[in-house]
């Protein structure tokens, strides 16, 4: 029973990553706009920026751990040994 529910919290597909970028999109902006309020200035605005740009690293992994993968859009250094 828990492994069904469990399923439910898996991204499949990209509608789905899409789905979770968007609501990470208005939480971080959200949250931003409260740190404006608390802190006017420059270091609102710095970590407004923080917000939103973890957004953007998040939706950049979740997008690139749903495509299809083909083999043929991959890049050499992905298949080098990590050293």
């Known amino acids: ?4 529910i469990g399923r ?7 509608f789905e990553a899409m789905a979770v970028i968007y609501a990470l999109g208005l939480g971080a902006v959200d949250r931003g706009m409260r740190y404006l309020d608390l802190y006017p200035g420059f270091g ?3 970590l407004f920026a923080a ?5 953007f ?11 299809k993968d083909n083999g043929e859009r ?3 250094s992905d ?5």
Not at 51 to 55: I, L, R
Not at 79 to 83: I, V, W
């Open 1 to 4: 029973m828990l492994g069904r």
């Open 8 to 14: 439910l919290f898996v991204i499949k597909n990209r």
């Open 44 to 46: 609102g605005w710095l």
């Open 51 to 55: 917000c939103t740009c973890a957004v």
């Open 57 to 67: 690293m998040a939706g950049a992994r979740l997008l690139e751990l749903t495509r």
């Open 74 to 76: 991959r890049r050499r």
């Open 79 to 83: 298949f080098s040994p990590q050293s």
